[in-house]
C-alpha cells in the first residue's frame, strides 16, 4: 500500500514538474511573424541554431504573401501580442515607427555593438531606417530582395536559334543588358516552337489585388527616368511622376505585356512567374531575388538551363531595381521584448548570416555579401549583388498603403485593360497621390 | 378548447408548478408573463445589440470622422458630411456601382429565366426526375471558394476545359479566349459563374410556388377548353409570381453584395473592369485603411440596399394579395 502511495505521489509529482517546466518553456517561446515563402523555411531551420544556444523555443506565423500584409497590419493596427518578432515588408516601415508599432533599436545597437555601416547600405536605408537617410533605426535587415531576372540559358544557346536571331536583330542572343534587348529577345521567343511546344517571351507582373503591377511596371519606370518627386522639393511630384520618360517608361511596360506575355497573364506575381517559368512557358522571367534557389535547384528548368540578369538599363543608360525585402522588427506590444532583441543580437552574428545565406536567405551583412567567394557561392550570386547596388524602393510613407492602390489601379487600367494612355494613368496617378499627401497634411 | 381539454391543461400546469423547486418558485413568482417573455429573449436580444446593432451605429458615427484604423495614434476629427460628398462625386465609385447594377442585372435575369424553366421542366414530374432535382443542386451546395478556384481554371487559355469548349465551337484558338483577361469577357465570366451556381436556387424556390399551385385550378381550365399557352399565361405565371419575386429578393441582395466570387476570379481587373462595389469597400477599409470614408460607403450601400428591399417587398405584397 505504501509503495502504491508512494509511486502515485511520485508520478503526480512528476506530472506536476513537467507541466510547470513545459509552462516555463512556453513562456520563453518567441513567435516569429513572416510571408509564407521558401525563405521562411529557411528560417525555421537556422532558428534551431538559436534555440540550441539559448533555450528559446521559437514559434513561427506565416501567412501567404496575398494576405501578408492584411493581416499582420491589422494585428499591428490593434495592438496585438501574437507577434514578438516582425519581418515586415519595407514599405510598413513608415507607418510602423510613426504608430509606436515597432520597437526603436537604437540603444539596443549601441548597447550590443551593432553596427548598421556592416550591412549593405541600401538595405539600411530600405529596411530599417524612419526618416529615410537619418540615423533612425526601426529593424535589422534581415532578407535581402530586389527584382531580377531569370532566363532559359538551354534555349539562348541553341545554334539555330542564335542563328535566326543574329540575322534578324544583327547581335548575339544572350542575357540582355538594355530594355529594347529584352523586348526584342521577348519578341523572338513569343509563340515559338521550342521542344515540340509552343513558348512565350516573358513572364512580368500584372497582378492587381496587392502590389504586383507597381512592383513590376516601376522597374521599366525607374530605368526610363521615373522620379518619385522633385529631389529639391518634396512631395512636388508633377513633373516627375509623369514626366515624358515616365510616360515612355510605362507604354514600354505595356507593349511588354501586349507583344510578348504568355495567354491569360493578366494577374500574374511572384508565384504564376515561377510556375511559367518552372513549366517551360517562357524564355525569361521577371522576379524578386528569392525566387532564385528554388528555380537553380528545379530538375526541369534550373541547373545549366537557367541564367540570371539584373533589370536592364533604360534609353538613357539608367539602371535600376525595384527593392524587396524585409528588416526584422521589434513589436512593441510583445511582453517578450528582451528575448526578442536576444533573437537579434543573435542574428546579426557574422556566422549566422553566412549559414542564412548557405540556407537561401539572402544576408544582408557585408562580411557576408562582400567575401570574395561570395560570387562564386551561388550561380545568381554575382546578379544578385548586380542588383542590389542598383535598387530603389516605392514611397515607404505611413500612407503607403492609399499610394500603392492608387498605382496599382492605374497601372492595371492602362497596362492590361488598355484604357485610355500611359499619360493619362500618370495624370492620375499625381492627382490619386497628391490628394493623399493632402490628407496627411504634408502638402 | 373543450372543458375537458382546460382541466388537463390547468393540471399539468399545476402539476409543474409544483415540481419548481420552491426558491426559483419564489424568485419567479413576482415576474409576469411578459418580463418572462423578456427574459427568455433578452439574451439573443442582447447578442444581435453588440455584433449587429453596435456596429452599424459605430460605423454611421465613423462616417463622420476621417478616422483610420492604422493610425491609432492619431487624433481623430469630425469632418461632418465630408466623406459621403467626396463618395458622391467620385467617379470611380459611381462606375463600381454601375459594374455591380450590371452584374445584378444580368445574373439575376438569366437566374430567373434558367430557374424558372427548370423548375417548370421538373415539375412535369418525369421519369427520374428526382435524380435529376438532386444533380442540378449540386453548384449551389458547393463552397464560393471551391467554385471560384476551379473556374479560375477552367478559363485558363492555355488548359482550361472552357476555352477548349468555345475553342472547339468557334474555331478560335483556345489561347486567344482570356475570358478572365479581356476586359469585355471579364464581366461575362463572372455572370456565368454566378448564373450556374445560383441557378438551382432560383429553381428550388420556383418549384416551390409550382407545387402550390392547386391541381383543381388546372382541371377547371381543362374544363373550360383553356389551351396550355393561355394555363401557362393566365394560371402558372401569375400564382408563381410572388416565389419568383421573393427569389429575386434573394439573388438580388446577395449579388449587390457579392465579393468571393469577383475577388477570387478576377481580382476586380483587368483593370477596374469588374471591380463591383464590395471589392472598391474592401480596397478602402482593409487596403487604403480609410475606415471613416469606407465607413460612409457602407452606410451609402446599406442604405440603397435597403430602400431597394424595401420598395420591392411592397410591390410583393401588391402582388400576393392580387
Not at chain 2, 471551391?146 to 483556345?174: D, K, M
Amino acid at each position: 500500500m505504501k509503495s502504491t502511495l508512494k509511486l502515485t505521489l511520485g508520478l503526480t509529482s512528476a506530472m506536476f514538474a513537467s507541466t510547470a517546466v513545459s509552462n516555463v518553456a512556453q513562456a520563453e517561446d518567441l513567435t516569429l511573424c513572416w510571408a509564407a515563402w521558401d525563405p521562411a523555411n529557411a528560417l525555421v531551420e537556422l532558428s534551431k541554431d538559436f534555440t540550441k544556444e539559448t533555450g528559446i523555443g521559437m514559434k513561427f506565423e506565416f501567412v501567404p504573401w496575398t494576405n501578408y500584409a492584411d493581416r499582420f497590419l491589422n494585428e499591428l493596427n490593434s495592438k496585438g501580442k501574437l507577434c514578438d518578432l516582425i519581418i515586415g515588408d519595407s514599405q510598413w516601415i513608415g507607418g510602423s515607427a510613426e504608430n509606436g508599432h515597432y520597437v526603436k533599436l537604437n540603444d539596443f545597437f549601441d548597447k550590443e555593438k551593432i553596427s548598421m555601416d556592416d550591412f549593405v547600405p541600401a538595405t539600411v536605408v530600405g529596411y530599417s531606417e524612419w526618416p529615410k537617410n537619418s540615423p533612425n533605426y526601426w529593424a535589422l535587415p534581415a532578407m535581402g530582395d530586389v527584382v531580377g531576372w531569370t532566363y532559359r540559358k538551354d534555349w539562348f544557346s541553341k545554334p539555330e536559334l542564335q542563328k535566326e536571331f543574329k540575322e534578324k536583330y544583327g547581335w548575339d542572343l544572350a542575357a540582355p543588358t538594355t530594355f529594347d534587348q529584352l523586348k526584342q529577345i521577348a519578341e523572338f521567343f513569343q509563340k515559338r516552337e521550342i521542344d515540340g511546344k509552343t513558348v512565350y517571351g516573358a513572364s512580368i507582373y500584372t497582378e492587381r489585388g496587392s502590389e504586383g503591377i507597381t512592383m513590376g511596371a516601376m522597374d521599366g519606370l525607374y530605368s526610363f527616368g521615373f522620379k518619385y518627386e522633385n529631389p529639391d522639393k518634396p512631395y512636388e511630384m508633377d513633373g516627375f511622376v509623369n514626366s515624358e520618360k515616365s510616360v515612355k517608361g510605362l507604354e514600354f511596360y505595356k507593349a511588354l505585356y501586349d507583344c510578348c506575355t504568355p495567354p491569360g497573364a493578366s494577374n500574374s506575381y511572384m508565384g504564376e512567374g515561377v510556375d511559367a517559368f518552372k513549366s517551360g512557358q517562357v524564355a525569361m522571367h521577371m522576379n524578386f531575388a528569392f525566387t532564385w534557389p528554388g528555380l537553380q535547384k528545379d530538375e526541369n528548368v534550373g541547373g545549366d538551363k537557367i541564367g540570371y540578369f539584373a533589370n536592364p538599363k533604360g534609353p538613357d543608360g539608367d539602371q535600376f531595381a525595384q527593392l524587396g525585402g524585409q528588416g526584422i522588427s521589434v513589436v512593441s506590444y510583445s511582453d517578450k521584448q528582451e528575448a526578442a532583441l536576444k533573437y537579434i543580437k543573435w542574428f546579426a552574428n557574422k556566422d549566422v548570416q553566412a549559414k542564412w545565406w548557405s540556407l537561401g536567405g539572402f544576408s544582408c551583412l557585408n562580411a557576408v555579401v562582400k567575401d570574395p567567394g561570395f560570387p562564386a557561392s551561388q550561380p545568381y550570386a554575382q546578379t544578385f549583388l548586380d542588383s542590389m547596388a542598383i535598387v530603389k524602393d516605392f514611397w515607404a510613407e505611413p500612407s503607403y498603403a492609399p499610394l500603392l492602390q492608387a498605382s496599382q489601379k492605374r497601372f492595371h487600367d492602362y497596362v492590361v485593360a488598355g484604357q485610355g494612355s500611359a499619360k493619362d494613368a500618370l495624370d492620375g496617378l499625381v492627382k490619386d497621390w497628391t490628394e493623399v499627401f493632402q490628407d496627411d497634411g504634408k502638402m | 378548447m373543450t372543458e375537458a381539454g382546460l382541466t388537463m391543461l390547468n393540471r399539468t400546469a399545476d402539476s409543474v408548478a409544483r415540481a419548481t423547486p420552491e426558491p426559483l418558485a419564489r424568485k419567479v413568482r413576482g415576474i409576469s408573463d411578459k418580463g418572462l417573455a423578456w427574459l427568455f429573449i433578452s439574451p439573443t436580444i442582447l447578442l444581435l445589440l453588440a455584433i449587429n446593432i453596435f456596429p452599424l451605429f459605430w460605423a454611421i458615427y465613423l462616417s463622420f470622422t476621417n478616422y483610420r484604423a492604422n493610425r491609432p495614434n492619431e487624433v481623430v476629427r469630425n469632418v461632418g458630411l465630408a466623406n459621403y460628398k467626396r463618395i458622391l462625386g467620385d467617379q470611380d465609385i459611381w462606375i463600381a456601382m454601375q459594374t455591380t447594377a450590371h452584374f445584378v442585372f444580368w445574373t439575376i435575369l438569366l437566374q430567373t429565366l434558367i430557374g424558372f424553366t427548370l423548375a417548370w421542366l421538373i415539375d412535369r414530374k418525369f421519369r427520374g426526375h428526382a435524380f435529376w432535382t438532386t444533380i442540378i443542386l449540386v453548384p449551389m451546395m458547393l463552397s464560393p471558394a471551391v467554385v471560384g478556384n476551379f473556374w479560375r481554371f477552367l478559363y485558363e487559355p492555355q488548359i482550361g476545359l472552357f476555352a477548349y469548349a468555345i475553342s472547339f465551337v468557334t474555331g478560335i484558338p483556345a489561347t486567344q479566349i482570356g475570358m478572365l483577361s479581356n476586359v469585355s469577357l471579364a464581366p461575362w465570366s463572372i455572370v456565368i459563374v454566378d448564373t450556374w451556381m445560383w441557378t438551382p436556387y432560383v429553381m428550388l424556390i420556383c418549384l416551390a410556388g409550382l407545387r402550390s399551385i392547386p391541381e383543381y385550378i388546372y382541371e377547371a381550365a381543362e374544363v373550360d377548353r383553356a389551351s396550355n399557352w393561355r394555363q401557362f399565361w393566365s394560371i402558372t405565371l401569375p400564382m408563381a409570381l410572388p416565389f419568383i419575386m421573393l427569389a429575386v429578393l434573394f439573388r438580388g441582395i446577395e449579388n449587390f453584395k457579392m465579393f468571393d466570387m469577383v475577388n477570387l476570379l478576377t481580382g476586380g481587373g483587368p483593370g477596374s473592369t469588374t471591380e463591383v462595389a464590395s471589392i472598391t469597400l474592401k480596397r478602402q477599409a482593409f487596403e487604403s485603411w480609410r475606415t471613416g470614408y469606407s465607413s460612409a460607403f457602407a452606410i451609402i450601400l446599406f442604405v440603397a440596399v435597403f430602400g431597394l428591399a424595401n420598395i420591392y417587398v411592397k410591390a410583393l405584397n401588391k402582388v400576393k394579395q392580387r
